[in-house]
């Protein structure tokens, strides 16, 4: 297996990781919301360990941070993607639970799939631009029905 084909394989072992990890982040968030007296104190703690992982590991990479004056050349919706960690973690502790892990995920995917169809569509936030094409909603479409036989399914 050359080099590439290597790369590529690390990257699809790591997606599947992130996905898996994924799949176990809300009853992990849900375990410590019991200790708290809110879910925002949950996803506080939760934020609070994850920035606490990363300054350790920029400070044992000597990875170092960035400046200032960069960050401030960032487009304002460059910004919002802690925003949106913050929403994801705090809605799937109350969320997530009432849901169990299945229909969570899947409405989760199903969101994904059909604004990634849009992002890419439009090349919006730095996507590569594609086209809307037959097949692409298709299979959106597709998994879309797959989400609503689920969440209908007890």
Known sequence: MD?????????LILALGAGALMA???AINAKL???CSHRLQASVVSFGVGFA?????????RIGFPSLGSLGAAPWWAWTGGLCGAY???????I???????????LVLAGQFT???IL??????GFEKTPLSWQRVFWTACIVLGVLGVINTR
Not at 55 to 60: A, D, E, P, T, V
Not at 88 to 94: C, G, K, Q, R, Y
Not at 120 to 125: E, I, K, Q, R, V
Request: include cysteine.
């Open 24 to 26: 176990m982040q809300p």
């Open 88 to 94: 994801m973690v705090t809605v799937s502790l109350s």
């Open 120 to 125: 890419d569509h439009f090349g919006w936030l």
């Open 53 to 61: 992982s990363l300054i350790m590991l920029s400070l044992i990479l």
């Open 115 to 117: 604004l990634s169809l």
């Open 96 to 106: 997530a639970p009432k849901l169990g892990a299945t229909r969570w995920f899947v």
């Open 33 to 35: 919301n019991a200790f």
């Open 3 to 11: 080099r590439d084909n290597l790369a590529y394989l690390a990257c």
